[in-house]
């Protein structure tokens, strides 16, 4: 079931451009992560949300910026793309205590 | 801090036998333990937890996982594996005092032959 949206689903676009990847979630979840990830390879946790108007860098460091202007969207921004930002971005929420962390499909990104 | 360990990176199986995946993990308090899934070109996808009280969790798609706090691992079973198992698999823990962030193993890839 998709309670975690994430557009696109690919994205092929040139070196130097400005590009905005889309997170929407409709369960109220105040938790949000962004990880990058390469194809069948581990999981890099690059901004964290604990709710509005608050975000945090992750573990990898990233050139990406984030907002949460609102519960339920947690936009990611590249300023200007390279090549170096080619991976797949994963966006994830969660509700509160014990509960899992519900994935969205994923952004593939290349950068040509 | 927390960390997984998934010590393989491959696991090969023949369908109809049992499956293990293996999770070890380190947190200062007490875990919170999950198991994902992920298929091709999609996102992860959660099949169980262990929060407290029976070691034994079941889950998703006939899995089990079994929660052994002396050797603080975490293994990933099925008693009769099949060819749609074959994907990549991820472990997590949280700690019980920790907020926000979970910690995910680097995954293991397990391939169901017919």
């Known amino acids: 079931e998709a309670d975690i949206y994430q557009t696109p689903r690919y994205l092929v676009i040139g070196t130097g451009k400005k590009i905005t990847l889309e997170c929407s979630q409709t369960m109220g979840h105040d938790k949000m992560y962004w990880y990058q990830q390469d194809p069948g390879m581990e999981l890099h946790l690059i901004h964290y949300?604990?709710?509005?108007?608050?975000?945090e860098k992750g573990d990898l460091s990233s050139e990406s910026t984030v907002s949460r202007i609102r519960t339920e969207h947690f936009p990611l921004t590249l300023e200007s793309a390279r090549p170096s930002h080619t991976s797949q971005y994963l966006c994830?929420?969660?509700?509160?205590?014990?509960?899992?962390?519900?994935f969205g499909d994923g952004t593939r990104l290349s950068i040509l | 801090a927390q960390s997984v360990a998934q010590p393989e990176d491959q696991v090969n199986v023949a369908e109809g036998n049992p499956l293990t995946v293996k999770c070890t993990y380190s947190?200062?308090?007490?875990?919170?333990l999950f198991w994902y899934v992920q298929y091709p070109n999609r996102g992860l996808q959660f099949l169980l937890k262990?929060?407290?009280?029976?070691?034994l969790v079941k889950g998703s798609y006939g899995f089990e996982a079994e929660f052994n706090k002396s050797q603080t691992s975490f293994h990933l079973k099925k008693p009769s594996a099949l060819v749609s198992d074959s994907a990549l698999y991820f472990c997590?823990?949280?700690?019980?005092?920790?907020?926000?962030?979970?910690?995910f193993g680097d995954g293991t890839t397990l391939t169901v032959k017919p």
């Open positions: 947190v200062s308090g007490n875990p919170y």
């Open positions: 997590a823990v949280r700690d019980m005092t920790n907020a926000g962030k979970s910690t």
């Open positions: 994830a929420s969660r509700g509160t205590g014990n509960q899992p962390q519900h």
């Open positions: 262990y929060i407290t009280g029976d070691n």
């Open positions: 949300s604990y709710g509005v108007n608050s975000t």
